[in-house]
């Protein structure tokens, strides 16, 4: 019984999906975003886990073979005790949460313990990673049926499996977790009496940009993984419907042969640049480097008019002026009298969701350029205030002083994150990497390590959205810099099509 003292909040266990971020479901993403508290597996696809919200505790329980970050029974306890804790728990798993993942187990943990909890099914990748593999699970006039088993027990020996079952029929067989027993598999499936000339495919990493397929007849089909040195997890399909992948292979052809980039960006919200490539056909992945952080400042009617000039430098800086400003209970008429100076089109039209155009932008978007146009306008008596970052240089402050009174006020930080995307390793699978400010070089370098930077560096490509980015690309021994015509997510993203090395 539910204990009537303490508040008890309710686990959901979600199934996230084969690997592809994309085919989670809705009801399962929506989750994900409401949780208190994430706890979730190493199948668990690292990019949905940016949709938790800032303050969601993520608790990582991966298991692997030999390698158990907590046993089963750990979990189950770990799960009740957060129950007590969250009123929003998310159990992420890989694929379906009943597909032999154990979830039953953890639902009949949580049940015993009198715990609510609510079960959010996936799409397992027994149906998903065929699919994306040109491999219908069934076909009218080939195969009416499937049989899906795990391929291997908890002593990582080949599963009992009933193979005379399996062979005598016309069902599509297909075997999870089993790239290690693809040998011993295809020899019992023709022992029991299948053809040595049956159709086989083995799928590895399916549904995401590394999934790669090797199909051959039962009897060769081992030697071919061998040959193609396939890595885990993978699926093990036998059966007629294997032949129509000539024909139905679209995911391979159009996608996985593709270059594949990936977006540096502030904050968790997808990109405007990632949108824009997309719009291109490009694959791309989203990384959150950094979080923005405002630091409210007291400011009133009274000092806001003696002000001439504002000067903006980011979208970001925009933000967190206005939402000081309005918090102060001011409104847009307080600045009547006032200039603003603004740089780089992300900047201005942050300024224009508020109803403002900037009185001055120069048409390249840096510091000096913005510096050049600031002192033919401004006045030895006029007030000038910087809005920056706090982690931001003095150059333009420094520059204009004799033209007119600065004033420097941080306003908001670039704050670094830790990724649950893990860079250090799937960083090789990039062939270019989109830069928007220079704090997220840094991030990354710092992420990767040396040694990975400079292996990844020999051929990858950088995208630059201006000077201060690729000054710093090139303090780190960047070797490939494509820098934006102007420093606009648009002319960022047209620089893949237009790249001049």
């Not at 592809?20 to 949780?35: H, N, S």
């Not at 608790?59 to 189950?76: D, L, P, R, S």
């Not at 009740?80 to 804790?85: Q, S, Y």
């Not at 510096?371 to 920056?388: A, C, R, S, T």
């Amino acid at each position: 019984m539910i204990r009537e003292e303490k508040n008890i909040g309710t686990v959901f266990l979600v199934g996230g999906g084969p690997g592809d971020p994309e085919l989670i479901t809705v009801k399962g993403l929506t989750t994900l975003r409401e949780a208190d508290c994430i706890v979730y597996d190493r199948l668990s696809s690292p990019e949905l886990l940016l949709e938790a919200r800032s303050d969601c505790e993520l608790i990582y329980v991966g298991k692997e073979n030999h390698n158990h970050t907590m046993n089963q029974e750990e979990i189950n306890r770990l799960l009740v005790r957060k129950a007590g804790e969250h009123e929003k728990i998310v159990r992420f798993k890989g694929g379906d949460i009943y597909v032999f993942g154990r979830g039953g187990e953890e639902a009949l943990a949580l049940e015993k313990e009198g715990i609510p909890f609510e079960v959010i099914p996936g799409i397992s990748s027994c149906i998903a990673g065929l699919a994306y593999a040109g491999i219908p699970i069934t076909h009218r006039g080939i195969s009416s049926g499937f049989h899906v088993v795990t391929a291997h027990n908890q002593r990582d020996e080949l599963a009992d499996i009933d193979f005379t079952a399996m062979a005598r029929g016309t069902d599509t067989c297909v075997f999870l977790m089993g790239l290690g027993k693809v040998r011993e598999i295809a020899m019992r499936l023709m022992e029991a009496g299948m053809s040595p000339e049956t159709p086989a495919a083995v799928i590895s990493k399916a549904t995401t940009s590394k999934q790669r397929t090797v199909t051959a007849e039962l009897v060769q089909i081992a030697d071919e993984v061998e040959r193609a040195k396939l890595s885990s997890p993978a699926l093990i399909v036998v059966g007629n419907v294997v032949t129509l992948r000539e024909k139905l292979n679209c995911f391979e052809k159009q996608f996985v042969s593709k270059k594949r980039y990936l977006v540096s960006k502030i904050g968790k919200k997808t990109s405007d640049l990632a949108v824009y490539l997309r719009k291109q056909g490009k694959i791309v992945d989203e990384i959150q480097v950094g979080e923005i952080v405002s630091f409210p400042f007291s400011v009133t009617k009274e000092q806001i008019e003696k002000v001439d000039w504002l000067v903006f430098t980011s979208r970001n800086g925009v933000k967190a002026f206005f939402d000081t400003f309005l918090r102060e209970g001011l409104d847009v008429r307080c600045l009547a009298r006032c200039q603003i100076a603004s740089i780089g089109e992300q900047t201005s039209k942050a300024l224009r969701t508020y109803g403002i155009y900037p009185d001055l932008q120069p048409q390249e978007f840096h510091s000096d350029a913005l510096i050049e146009k600031l002192k033919e306008q401004v006045k030895l008596e006029q007030i000038l205030w910087y809005l920056k970052a706090r982690n931001a240089d003095s150059h333009l402050a420094q520059e204009l002083k004799g033209s007119c009174q600065v004033v420097e006020i941080p306003i908001y930080e670039n704050q670094a994150v830790t990724s649950v995307l893990p860079l250090k390793e799937r960083i090789k699978e990039y062939d270019g990497i989109f830069f928007t400010c220079a704090s997220s070089v840094e991030w990354l370098f710092s992420t990767v390590g040396k040694d990975v930077w400079q292996s990844w560096n020999e051929n990858g490509i950088c995208y630059s959205i201006g000077l201060k980015t690729t000054e710093c690309l090139k303090g780190f021994g960047a070797s490939h810099i494509v820098q934006a015509e102007q420093a606009s997510y648009e002319s960022l993203a047209r620089c893949v099509s237009n790249k001049v090395l």
